[in-house]
């Protein structure tokens, strides 16, 4: 993938109050619809076009739809183009690389790197493997990845005590008072030791909405932990959140009845939505994630913009809309997104879309964009974005923390999902 280098422009956000109604309606809607897994992306069909396809030359189709569509909204890759600035605006200003000689087995330090222009990806370097010695697996891998892998595996639920805390990142402070995170692990069967994932859930769910996942973890030889951290309700948290996530990690390493059997040196974090952001996030504020896995992270810092003048708080990717060039360039994680376009109801600003992450992350990372809905991924259950979604992280965990080889067909670029007509645009950098 070719990038291109430009000078940019930093803008902070000010802290003001939200409004949060109208998700908290939102969210109900969601709630139910994702008993069935299809309900809302059949609802959202009349107002966004989810059967957009790749042309020959690599961009999107998003015609509107022949029944009910508006004719009005521009379409997917207009509008992430509109999110981008022009070259120009972006003239003054570069920020700082805080990586250090201490960080030289994450790879060489990056160079500061702009947010912003028309082209879709930027250069923040290239990570170097750091996994240590692969895993053996309890037998080779075969048939599909969607389906349960070869470990037995049983579930503990947990209360994870955080302490009082705060922690630097880029020129800003993040601070958390002391409480517990209610969590769930899923423990596949053998003494290990095995790769730790964390599973994050979205704006206002929990993690009993992502079991399906993290089943699917444990099954292939992984200990997941789901996680419900304090989100606020009425400000964005996502920093906060994030330290959650890393001081859980230390109790999960050091304290935990199974930290015998995780392997301290392969550590993921995935999550939906405002938890995939937060999963980013963390691999910011934590050098120990490896691994970021996105489904349909959202960059925004609360409503959409039409109603919450905050929107655009702590931005984690690159938001050119605003000149905001976020964090990505402090990460030594590889990342994987899987997302959707932008979502009338749940996900509608084009500059807070799953894209950007993907964009402003380090190579590796790997990005599909599915026609679905926002909320699909809030489902427990096999549907093919379900199961598609599963190929792929259990295909780049099992590469990285397992050395399985021949993985590549079904992640981001490879051929699998090359013919497959719910993915509308995949790659690869």
Request: with cysteine; aromatic share 6%.
């Amino acid at each position: 993938m070719t990038t291109t280098r430009h000078s940019d422009g930093l803008r902070r956000s000010v802290s003001r109050p939200r409004w949060h109604a109208w998700c908290c309606l939102l969210i109900c809607g969601v709630a139910s619809a994702c008993v069935s897994g299809h309900a809302l992306d059949a609802g959202l069909d009349a107002s966004v076009n989810l059967d957009a396809k790749t042309t020959d030359d690599g961009s999107m189709d998003s015609s509107p739809a022949d029944v009910g569509a508006d004719t009005t909204t521009p379409s997917y890759d207009a509008a992430i183009s509109d999110a981008l600035t022009d070259d120009a605006a972006n003239a003054d200003g570069m920020w700082r690389d805080a990586r250090t000689d201490a960080d030289a087995d994450v790879g060489p330090p990056r160079t500061p790197t702009p947010a912003c222009g028309m082209d879709l990806n930027i250069d923040n370097g290239q990570l170097t493997a750091r996994l240590g010695t692969p895993l053996p697996l309890a037998q080779d891998v075969s048939g599909d990845l969607a389906d349960p892998g070869p470990y037995a595996r049983a579930s503990s639920e947990l209360m994870i005590p955080v302490t009082a805390s705060s922690r630097d990142y880029a020129d800003q402070r993040v601070t958390i008072v002391a409480g517990n995170l209610p969590a769930t692990a899923y423990l596949p069967t053998g003494s290990g030791p095995f790769p730790l994932v964390i599973l994050l859930p979205g704006f206002q769910s929990n993690r009993t909405l992502y079991t399906t996942f993290a089943d699917h973890f444990a099954s292939w030889g992984m200990i997941a932990v789901g996680l419900d951290t304090r989100s606020d309700a009425l400000m964005a948290s996502h920093d906060k959140e994030a330290l959650e996530v890393s001081l859980s990690i230390d109790w999960l390493l050091t304290e935990s009845a199974f930290k015998e059997r995780i392997d301290a040196t392969k550590i993921a974090v995935a999550g939906h939505s405002k938890g995939g952001k937060v999963a980013f996030f963390t691999s910011v504020l934590d050098p120990r994630v490896d691994i970021v896995v996105g489904w349909d992270p959202v960059n925004s810092g609360g409503g959409p913009c039409a109603f919450d003048a905050n929107c655009n708080r702590l931005p984690v990717a690159p938001n050119c809309s605003v000149m905001q060039s976020g964090l990505e360039h402090l990460m030594s994680a590889e990342s994987l997104v899987i997302g959707a376009p932008p979502d009338a109801f749940l996900n509608p600003d084009a500059q807070h879309n799953c894209v950007h992450f993907y964009r402003g992350a380090p190579s590796p990372a790997w990005l599909a964009v599915l026609n679905v809905g926002h909320a699909a991924w809030a489902a427990n259950n096999d549907a093919p974005e379900i199961r598609l979604t599963k190929r792929a992280h259990i295909a780049l965990l099992l590469s990285r923390f397992y050395a399985s080889s021949g993985l590549d067909a079904v992640l981001p670029g490879g051929a699998m999902l090359e013919s497959d007509p719910l993915v509308a645009r995949h790659e690869r950098k």
